[in-house]
């Protein structure tokens, strides 16, 4: 059974930091591209924004404009567990932080084969 699980989201003040993790069971963990998608309150789950994401194939990691710099992405295909370190939290931060595996390389929301059920991380000003 493949599995996706996402853990570490809280409240945390502006500034602050959190660590995500997404532990992956049931596939081949460094055969995918991992993806950290995260939906916007009052957002769709569709409108979900890409932000980051290691591809294998590739051998490097994408982040989105808004928060390169502030959060780094990383994997230990040991563990089979990837990792969101964010760092200089916002309140435009607040959503719901999703992970999500594609037996290719990073793409778009729409695209995914996996997905975990998502950790909540809220930013208050």
């Known amino acids: 059974e493949v599995q996706l699980v996402e853990s570490g989201g809280g409240l945390v003040q502006a500034g602050g930091s959190l660590r995500l993790a997404c532990a992956a069971s049931?596939?081949?963990?460094?055969?995918?591209?991992i993806a950290w998608f995260r939906q916007a309150p009052g957002k769709e789950r569709q409108e979900s924004e890409g932000i980051a994401c290691i591809s294998p194939s590739a051998g490097r990691t994408y982040y989105t404009d808004s928060v390169r710099g502030r959060f780094t992405m990383s994997s230990d295909n040991a563990s089979n567990t990837a990792y969101l370190q964010m760092n200089r939290l916002k309140p435009e931060d607040t959503a719901v932080y999703y992970c999500?595996?594609?037996?290719?390389?990073?793409?778009?929301?729409?695209?995914?084969?996996?997905w975990g059920q998502g950790t909540q991380v809220t930013v208050s000003s």
């Open positions: 049931g596939f081949t963990f460094d055969e995918y591209a």
């Open positions: 999500a595996a594609l037996h290719s390389d990073c793409s778009g929301y729409g695209n995914y084969d996996y």
